[in-house]
């Protein structure tokens, strides 16, 4: 199976801070890499997929990079609806994996 | 509006059995794939396991974990798809989530609607 691993595992920051969170796959995959957000007791909600693309409807700060093994998620200008828990997922091969989970709190 | 809504989920004891139920609105259900994900209590995601669309073969995947003890099918004329777990053990403790692929007929598996999830204790 491949691994993913993201980095760090949470970090505290402030409202209209740039953030990135970096993914890392034990094997080459692509650009077949999707990002979630999921906030507490919430179904996870899709971000980006094919590493870069937005999924329909979500708000422009979010943007999503990288081929291979390495992948980050960025967002732009922190809000306070963005503090939640970020996952990546790979669809690569089966089984499809997750990242353990970023979770980006308030400072 | 697209509606994913899972049922059937409970405490059972290690060993039993469940059968899980995520019925669908909103879109021609027999088109997509589908998909299953859990996730423990403070844990992250795991995915289950996935169904295609009858157009190609209606034929399924799991994860390893699961794997001859889990079977995911579809009755595409009541818009459902289930999940019989059998053989529980107390690690399958999760909340569980129903998922449309996003891909019309063949899956991609990346997926843009999620059930708000049912979920399933394993203890005696």
């Known amino acids: 199976a491949i691994r993913m691993t993201q980095s760090p595992s949470s970090f505290s920051a402030s409202t209209g801070d740039r953030v990135t969170i970096t993914c890392r796959a034990s094997q080459g995959i692509s650009s077949y890499l999707a990002w979630y957000q999921q906030k507490p007791g919430k179904a996870p909600k899709l971000l980006i997929y094919?590493?870069?693309t937005l999924q329909s409807g979500v708000p422009s700060r979010f943007s999503g990079s990288g081929s291979g093994t390495d992948f980050t998620l960025t967002i732009s200008c922190l809000q306070s609806e963005d503090f939640a828990t970020y996952y990546c997922?790979?669809?690569?091969?089966?089984?499809?994996?997750f990242g353990q989970g970023t979770k980006v709190e308030i400072k | 509006e697209v509606q994913l809504v899972e049922s059937g989920g409970g405490l059972v004891q290690p060993g039993r059995s469940l059968r899980l139920s995520c019925t669908a609105s909103g879109f021609t259900f027999g088109d997509y794939a589908m998909s299953w994900f859990r996730q423990a209590p403070g844990k992250g995601l795991e995915w289950v396991g996935f169904?295609?669309?009858?157009?190609?073969?209606?034929?399924?995947e799991y994860a390893a974990s699961v794997k001859g003890r889990f079977t995911i099918s579809r009755d595409d004329s009541k818009s459902i798809a289930y999940l019989q777990m059998n053989s529980l053990k107390t690690e399958d403790t999760a909340v569980y989530y129903c998922t449309r692929d996003i891909g019309i007929a063949v899956a991609v598996l990346y997926f843009d609607y999620w059930g708000q999830g049912t979920l399933v204790t394993v203890s005696s």
């Open positions: 997922q790979q669809y690569y091969s089966y089984p499809l994996t």
């Open positions: 169904i295609r669309s009858k157009a190609y073969g209606g034929t399924t």
């Open positions: 094919a590493a870069s």
